[in-house]
């Protein structure tokens, strides 16, 4: 059954670049969680890091917390492997939790599609909202719409989110 809106999150265990496993548990004290498919090789991925990375060190304090999560098969994609995720992010200085999903599990039970694919829930860890970060990947400063900021506001302040779907975009998930 895909995760649709107002439906719960799915619970995963998964390990982290920081070498511990992770699961939603562990978020419990969140007001919200942002769940987001994504990889190490797409160009839209690369596009949005900057803008992920922001969105963690803005809603960190109102209680929010960004988990990103690479299902994406590495044998024929080998900059999505674990030793290269852990890379990335020393290199960009992750401030979010980057798993990884070898069995491509966690992507079949959210029934995601793309990277980057954001699934955003809250407290009581139901869909809020699903789809894109903004409007413009290639060009930051021509963003009209931060989709995910919006949503975010509206959950953290328990109002009603204006756009519960837009239309991921980005590279598919690699399957096996």
């Not at 769940?35 to 969105?55: L, Q, T, W």
């Not at 491509?104 to 909202?129: C, G, K, N, V, W």
Request: aromatic fraction near 10%; charged fraction near 30%.
């Amino acid at each position: 059954m895909p995760v649709t809106i107002g439906s719960k999150a799915v619970d995963f265990s998964l390990p982290g670049v920081d070498g511990k496993n992770h699961s939603l548990a562990e978020l419990k004290d969140k007001d919200a969680v942002i769940v987001i498919f994504s990889c190490n090789h797409c160009p839209y991925v690369k596009a949005y890091e900057d803008r992920i990375i922001a969105v963690q060190k803005d809603y960190a304090s109102r209680g929010a917390a960004v988990v990103a999560i690479n299902s994406n098969e590495d044998a024929g994609h080998p900059e999505d492997s674990f030793a290269e995720m852990v890379r990335r992010a020393e290199e960009k200085k992750f401030n979010f939790l980057y798993l990884r999903d070898e069995s491509q599990e966690a992507a079949r039970r959210y029934s995601a599609t793309h990277t980057p694919q954001i699934f955003l829930f809250d407290r009581e860890r139901r869909l809020r909202y699903t789809g894109k970060i903004d409007d413009n990947w290639q060009e930051p400063g021509k963003v009209a719409r931060k989709y995910l900021r919006e949503a975010l506001d509206a959950v953290l302040a328990g109002r009603d989110v204006p756009e519960p779907e837009t239309h991921a975009i980005g590279c598919t998930i690699k399957w096996k």
